[in-house]
């Protein structure tokens, strides 16, 4: 019984509330479903001049962006990108001209440079913290604080 509940509390101490997690682009459905409640008002209101209706000049506005991935990577951004199939935790330094100056979260001493096309846009994850993750670990403490007072009176 000792051993689980000290195995619990080494796996609640190494714990993180942090984790990666990808950017979801704006959908564009949501958009098209904004353009068609337009769409219905200007119908219901004929007084109303109707300008864009065309659904070529729909279909072209709910392609999405270009991502640019300097504004993505700004400087000082803990991310974690994958590069040639590999993936890095780094803290970004800077941009000089199409390269990343980056360098491990673990290790300020070393530099690491990236070309941006080297840079898979698509699997860029930033660092930010987890609601649920932080509600598990504090249920899980209270449940083994709860337990040890309960042995304790025991």
């Known amino acids: 019984m000792r051993k689980n509940l000290y195995?619990?509390?080494?796996?609640?101490?190494?714990?993180?509330?942090?984790t990666y997690q990808v950017k979801k682009p704006v959908d564009?459905?949501?958009?098209?479903?904004?353009?068609?409640?337009?769409?219905?008002?200007?119908?219901n209101n004929p007084s109303t001049?109707?300008?864009?209706?065309?659904?070529?000049?729909?279909?072209?506005?709910?392609?999405?962006?270009?991502?640019?991935?300097?504004?993505k990577l700004a400087a000082g951004k803990n991310v974690k990108i994958e590069v040639d199939n590999n993936s890095y935790k780094v803290i970004v330094d800077r941009w000089e001209g199409d390269s990343l100056?980056?360098?491990?979260?673990?290790?300020?001493?070393?530099?690491?440079?990236?070309?941006?096309?080297?840079i898979n846009s698509e699997r860029i994850a930033e660092k930010?913290?987890?609601?649920?993750?932080?509600?598990?670990?504090?249920?899980?403490?209270?449940?083994?604080i709860g337990v040890g007072i309960y042995l304790l009176v025991k």
């Open 101 to 118: 100056v980056a360098h491990p979260v673990r290790n300020a001493k070393k530099s690491l440079k990236f070309h941006k096309n080297q």
């Open 128 to 144: 930010r913290f987890s609601q649920p993750i932080a509600d598990i670990l504090t249920v899980t403490a209270y449940a083994a």
């Open 28 to 43: 564009p459905a949501v958009n098209n479903n904004q353009g068609t409640k337009k769409n219905t008002a200007i119908a």
């Open 7 to 18: 195995f619990i509390i080494i796996l609640c101490t190494l714990t993180s509330c942090y």
């Open 49 to 71: 001049e109707i300008t864009s209706t065309n659904p070529a000049s729909q279909s072209l506005s709910a392609q999405p962006a270009p991502v640019n991935i300097q504004e």
